[in-house]
């Protein structure tokens, strides 16, 4: 069944399946333009999402080959999954921010086996046991890809979305808020036009991952085994959290879960979620801890020994960024000589 909601104001939001994940959807929203219907994001790439995307844009009307235009919230592929079918059908340019792009252009051409040997040293240093590094190294004996490494068919998107400028569309003002932290480019666009409702506040914002009702989105490190720059990804996220806070949006259409009002509140919480968390990861820390041993010790939605061996490596890396933040605000250090290396509370 097709869930498609009509938020007033020339925006509608199409339900799109996730398949065999727990988030369960997609919201992909549809905004009409001057030159046409333009959507932000598009969805994973599956054939169940596709029909799912192109029924409900029949439900109020369209086309797919008559998109205009594809802009992106963040390259991770249950936004980005289905932009390349979408611009097949129809010929719309696709808009993404370019420390995105660079992502999906890096993914696109590494070599077979490369991620691997990456995630394989990567996850030695943060003190991985053998056991857990294994099937990375047999996979990469196999000369495989792993199966379930999505993004290796990413469309590379042919536009790119500039941080504080509006986008360009005709009749519509869609301003680039950039908000890194869930990836280094993600983007919220700003609709800055009086609430179709009248609700009070500025316009509405499409928060992509950024801001959830719900769920507080992953940050982990940004991962580029081309760059070893010590960034701090939680760092920007809280950043980015702040700055979306004082936008005043009347309401916030997300791309999972539900529309809500109130994003300073919503702000509020996930800061306040945040500052616990690193609170709570500094009392672990009175012990010297590797990266890998704090995460098994660290809160996850299920205990550690049920997690499975890639939402290990997402967890870990979750980990990692939070020491990045602790070590900037001078609250824990690496131990010299440590290897691999170990944390403690300062
Ligand atoms: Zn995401
Ligand atoms: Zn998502």
């Known amino acids: 069944m097709t869930q498609v909601i009509n938020h007033g104001g020339g925006v509608h939001s199409i339900k799109v399946p996730i398949p065999d994940n727990p988030l369960g959807h997609t919201l992909v929203h549809l905004l009409d333009t ?8 598009t969805g994973w790439d599956d ?24 802009v992106i919230t963040h390259h991770h592929p249950d936004h980005h999954g289905l932009s390349g079918q979408v611009r097949e059908a129809s010929g719309a340019w696709i808009a993404m921010h370019a420390a995105d792009t660079a992502i999906v252009r890096r993914t696109r051409e590494s070599e077979p086996g490369s991620w691997l040997s990456y995630l394989a040293a990567k996850l030695t240093a943060v003190g991985a046991p053998e056991d857990h590094i294994a099937p990375l ?14 993004g290796l068919r990413a469309a590379l998107p042919d536009r790119e979305i500039v941080p504080g400028e509006l986008l360009d569309l005709a009749g519509r003002s ?10 280094p480019g993600h983007v919220c ?44 990804p939680l760092g920007d996220y809280l950043d980015s959290l702040e700055r979306i806070g004082r936008l005043g949006a009347a309401e916030v259409l997300p791309a999972h879960q539900h529309a809500f009002a109130d994003a300073a509140g919503r702000v509020r919480e996930l800061l306040d979620h945040h500052e616990e968390r690193l609170t709570g990861l500094l009392a672990l820390l009175a012990e010297p801890l590797t990266p ?9 939605n299920r205990p550690w020994a049920q997690i499975p061996h890639g939402s290990r490596n997402i967890a870990v890396s979750e980990a990692e960024a939070h020491l990045r933040r602790l070590v ?19």
């Open 34 to 41: 001057g030159r046409g219907p333009v959507l932000i994001d």
């Open 47 to 70: 054939p169940e999402a596709w029909d799912t995307l192109t029924a409900g844009l029949a439900s109020v009307g369209v086309d797919v080959a008559d998109i205009h235009g594809v």
């Open 137 to 150: 190294l047999a996979a990469r004996e196999q000369g495989g890809r792993m199966r379930t490494l999505p």
């Open 174 to 183: 869609l301003r680039a808020i950039w908000t890194p932290g869930h990836t």
């Open 189 to 232: 666009l700003h609709l800055e036009e009086k609430h179709p409702a009248n609700l009070p506040g500025r316009g509405r914002l499409f928060s992509g991952d950024h801001l959830l009702p719900g769920i507080s989105p992953h940050v982990g490190l940004y991962e580029d085994p081309d760059d070893a720059t010590a960034t701090d």
């Open 292 to 300: 890998w041993q704090l995460a098994e010790r660290m809160e996850w």
């Open 328 to 346: 900037k605000l001078g609250r824990a250090e690496a131990v010299a000589g440590s290897e691999p290396v170990t944390y403690a509370a300062v």
